[in-house]
């Protein structure tokens, strides 16, 4: 299904926040930084100066990159896409 199939809602970006905060398994705030959230983690990029979009968080969420481990097999497609969503709201400009 593509990203504009998905429509964020207030409740979707307060999932998506949640898992990226702690309840996503590891929590996404233990590696990277985002003011938001209120993390500041330092092993991943502070994702509000890289701002990625939607595509590219699916992308690495499904996938992995470097460090970072697929979420595949632990986070469901709307669970994937609320982080995503979540990660976009707040860092877009």
């Known amino acids: 299904m593509s990203s504009t199939?998905?429509?964020?809602?207030?409740?979707?970006l307060a999932r998506g926040?949640?898992?990226?905060?702690?309840?996503a398994v590891p929590a996404c705030a233990?590696?990277?930084a985002l003011a938001d959230a209120g993390a500041e983690g330092a092993i991943g990029p502070d994702l509000d100066e890289l701002k990625p979009g939607k595509d590219v968080i699916l992308k690495v969420l499904n996938e992995g990159m470097?460090?970072?481990p697929s979420f595949a097999e632990t986070m469901n497609e709307a669970d994937q896409?609320?982080?995503?969503?979540?990660?976009v709201s707040v860092t877009a400009q």
């Open 17 to 23: 926040k949640a898992l990226f905060t702690a309840e």
């Open 5 to 12: 199939a998905w429509a964020a809602d207030d409740a979707a």
């Open 81 to 87: 896409h609320a982080v995503a969503d979540y990660i």
């Open 30 to 32: 233990i590696c990277h």
């Open 66 to 68: 470097g460090a970072m």
